[in-house]
């Protein structure tokens, strides 16, 4: 079955405690994305990456990291953690050219940084 | 500015009823696609709709249309014959340039059918 997986789906942490949150997908695409989603504010892109070893910084890239060793995992990494950054987190990944660019989605990472 | 502009936080649609979700971007990259994504209260973020910049049809997908109004820069939903399953959050998204993978969100609208 073609899917976005995440782990954890939730997670409670503490301020400073490095935490990473990874995505796997297994449809061979070259374009990866992570978002958070916050109340009223939708879902807002945190880093991308076009293919392995390149990636960008999105709208709201302070505090974060990612990695893109293999095509097929784009972890998402917090070195100290704070509470702002308590959201739901979304793994995305697409493949550019083919109709509509659809993007898949993970399940989402529920995150709690006290 | 915002890139994408969802204005309605909220609507209610009788079931069976049609129904407009607004959305309007900004950009002066003439190539652009446009998205349209629902979620449900479960969470999962669910493809809905593509609109490319280029295309001279509005996209047509099942129940839903994308009406396409390029010099408005609009790229309004409409779902036809609503049922209550389809009470969710639905997301306006653009992605800029050809094969780019920067994306923007707009705030959402949640959508809730009255039976």
């Known amino acids: 079955e073609a899917q976005v997986t995440q782990n954890p789906r939730y997670l409670i942490t503490v301020t400073g405690k490095k935490l990473t949150v990874t995505c796997s997908q297994n449809?061979?695409?070259?374009?990866m994305s992570w978002y958070r989603q916050d109340p009223g504010l939708g879902l807002r892109q945190i880093y991308y990456s076009m293919n392995v070893e390149v990636t960008d910084k999105g709208d709201v890239p302070e505090g974060y990291k990612v990695s893109r060793k293999e095509k097929r995992n784009f972890p998402l990494i917090l070195e100290s953690p704070s509470p702002n950054q308590t959201s739901l987190y979304f793994c995305a990944s697409s493949h550019p050219g083919l109709q509509g660019d659809e993007q898949f989605f993970g399940p989402g990472t529920r995150l709690t940084v006290l | 500015a915002q890139k994408i502009t969802q204005t309605q936080p909220g609507m209610f649609v009788q079931e069976k009823e049609a129904v407009t979700l607004d959305c309007t971007y900004d950009t002066s990259d003439p190539s652009y696609g446009l998205f349209w994504y629902k979620q449900p209260s479960s969470g999962e973020m669910i493809f809905l709709i593509y609109?490319?910049?280029?295309?001279?049809q509005n996209a047509t997908e099942g129940r839903y249309s994308l009406n396409f109004q390029k010099a408005r820069k609009s790229a309004n939903l409409v779902i036809s014959a609503s049922q209550l399953g389809d009470s969710a959050m639905y997301f306006c998204?653009?992605?800029?340039?050809?094969?780019?993978?920067?994306?923007?969100f707009g705030t959402g609208t949640s959508l809730t059918v009255i039976p």
């Open positions: 609109q490319g910049s280029y295309d001279q």
């Open positions: 998204a653009m992605r800029e340039g050809q094969l780019g993978n920067q994306f923007y």
């Open positions: 449809m061979n695409h070259e374009y």
